[in-house]
């Protein structure tokens, strides 16, 4: 499943296999065509994604085979004791938590859950939490405040879910209710954006010390095709929105809102799903090992200054 | 989070505009020296028409009390921002011209029936009242000042959401804001929240929800997404009375709908319970 920038790599790609099948196959020697062809992938690879812009990151932010939650759980955890319920009224699948041992340390895990086959996606509503979810999550929040167990919250929604019956049960209570209370939370808090940051849907789970970004997620205040319906009254203007919002991990950087961009592989995390995981481990870890130092207090006035600088409005 | 979507209620048309105001929601032709008395409350349907951020002030806060706060903060333009009309600096520029306002919101303390009171009052006019890095600041030095002095803080929103014009910025003054009014709960200073027509987007699901009480003008329009993208998503039709102040109340989300006219003397009476001992 290529993206369209992606489809000449593809092709080349697809050559080079051929060719080694044909290698082991026959006693024809096709080393020499390989390498010929392994110089111009990388060469092709590197002009393609040299000319990739926010719009294309966009894409690969929602890349099919991109890892998602699951797979970082899977992949950084020897345990995953996932919790259920709000409380309120029930189990909502797009966003999910629980404790969980990530390389040694025990920690709260919460996230959004997008699925992978069609069965889980529309199990977790793709992503799109209702109050249920975000009122979940303030539930294991609060519980790793009480064991005194820090939070890692993964990022990647398209934005919380607008129906008639998240509204009806307060989808923009359970929110605000999570900006308030997160902000007051006596233990560390690390976001990781690695995919979408859709919006109040990712700013709801999305209050830490520390947020980092992986180098192909997006995070935005509304999705490019939103913003270009209503500001350019043409959703086909989805590449010059995204450009002008300014949407990528090292835009959020040079604005003070993300930390550190955790690099991808050429390509994208799918391209290499394991080494991007153990990189958001080894990142998660550093930053782990460092907030676990400072106390409740430090804890909760840095986080409140790091917001507070956001939008300082300074006389020109 | 729009801040401009409008919300399906007719622009006032003005035959006649010298004598006479047509209500914005049921389009009756009301007499203008009417509906300037009656405080912009349309006398036949009860809405009740958006006003700006000074003609509110007036209407709750004592007569020469009020002190102006944060009035040095504007509008900014962190992301450099163009979109097919043209450069956002130019049109933040034209809505300052227009409303005479810098920012989407007027911020200051004064005093209701002699309490001393912070007041962030948003007003509609101002870029469709948007939450922007500027609105977003004025509110959390407000909100600190108030915690310094210990006097209740009241916000009265009027917003279509976040500014997208300010992309990420303006939605981390969700984050922003909310850990101020945090504070203020930690201070057990009080925070009430009027939410009037429209209150939607970001700024529903920031401050505008987390008031100690939360209290809601007549028929405003309240709600976290835009009707037409739920109608798009779930492909049926929503309830008339959805994401009204009424449908609010009564999903327990508002503690009372009060008119305009009894606004001062409600938050008077609240006061008394918030009161410092
Ligand atoms: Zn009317």
């Not at chain 2, 048309?13 to 912009?40: F, M």
């Not at chain 2, 009740?48 to 007569?63: F, Q, V």
């Amino acid at each position: 499943m290529a993206l369209d920038f992606e489809k000449p790599l593809e092709e080349i790609e697809s050559r080079i296999a051929e060719l080694r099948r044909l290698n082991e196959k026959s006693d024809a020697d096709f080393d020499t065509e390989i390498a010929a062809l392994e110089k111009k992938l990388r060469s092709t690879s590197k002009r393609v994604y040299s000319r990739i812009g926010s719009w294309e990151t966009v894409q690969i932010a929602r890349h099919a085979e991109r890892p998602l939650l699951r797979d970082y759980i899977a992949g950084l955890c020897s345990e995953f004791l996932e919790l259920h319920g709000d409380r309120c009224f029930g189990d909502d699948q797009g966003i999910i938590g629980g404790f969980a041992t990530l390389r040694q340390h025990r920690v709260m895990i919460i996230g959004h859950q997008k699925g992978k086959t069609v069965e889980e996606k529309i199990k977790a509503n793709f992503g799109m939490a209702s109050p249920d979810g975000y009122r979940k999550a303030m539930r294991l929040m609060n519980l790793a405040a009480k064991y005194k167990l820090p939070i890692v919250s993964f990022i990647d929604t398209p934005g919380a879910y607008p129906g008639l019956e998240a509204e009806a049960r307060g989808q923009a209570e359970a929110i605000a209710r999570n900006l308030t209370e997160m902000s007051k939370l006596p233990v560390p808090v690390i976001v990781v954006v690695t995919g979408e940051g859709g919006s109040g849907g990712a700013i709801g789970i999305g209050v830490g010390n520390v947020v980092l970004m992986l180098s192909n997620a997006v995070y935005s205040v509304i999705s490019p095709e939103g913003c270009a319906a209503i500001l350019w009254r043409d959703k086909e203007k989805a590449p010059e929105a995204a450009a002008a919002l300014k949407i990528t991990a090292e835009d959020l950087t040079k604005l003070g809102i993300v930390d550190e961009i955790i690099p991808e592989p050429t390509g994208g995390a799918h391209r290499n799903a394991e080494g991007t995981i153990e990189t958001v481990g080894d990142t998660i870890v550093k930053h782990l090992r460092r907030l676990k130092r400072m106390s409740a207090r430090r804890l909760i006035d840095q986080r409140y200054d790091k917001y507070s600088k956001i939008g300082r409005f300074k006389k020109k | 989070m729009a801040w401009f979507r409008k919300s399906g209620r007719k622009r006032v048309e003005t035959a006649d505009s010298d004598l006479w105001t047509i209500c914005p929601s049921c389009s009756a032709h009301i007499y203008k020296q009417e509906w300037e008395d009656g405080l912009k409350v349309c006398p036949k349907c009860n809405y009740h028409a958006r006003i700006g951020c000074t003609e509110r002030r007036d209407l709750i806060i004592d007569k020469g009390t009020w002190r102006e706060y944060a009035a040095h903060v504007t509008t900014s333009d962190p992301l450099d921002f163009s979109d097919a009309k043209g450069p956002y600096k130019e049109k933040a520029a034209a809505a300052k011209a227009k409303t005479g306002l810098k920012e989407s919101v007027l911020t200051g303390d004064g005093k209701i029936g002699g309490i001393p009171v912070s007041m962030a009052i948003m007003d509609f006019r101002f870029l469709g009242g948007s939450l922007s890095g500027g609105c977003g600041e004025k509110i959390t030095l407000t909100a600190e000042h108030a915690g310094r002095h210990r006097w209740p803080f009241i916000i009265f929103s009027a917003s279509g959401g976040a500014r997208m014009h300010e992309g990420i910025v303006s939605l981390m003054q969700m984050a922003k804001t909310c850990a101020a009014i945090a504070r203020l709960n930690d201070l057990g200073v009080p925070f009430i929240s009027v939410l009037t027509d429209p209150t939607t987007g970001g700024v529903s699901a920031s401050y505008a929800m987390m008031g100690d009480i939360n209290i809601a003008e007549p028929r405003a329009l309240i709600g976290f997404a835009g009707r037409r993208v739920i109608e798009q998503t779930i492909k049926q039709k929503l309830p008339d009375d959805f994401q009204t102040a009424e449908y609010l109340l009564e999903h327990g989300f508002v503690d009372h709908i009060v008119s305009r006219k009894d606004m001062k003397e409600f938050l008077h009476r609240v006061l008394q319970y918030g009161k410092r001992r």
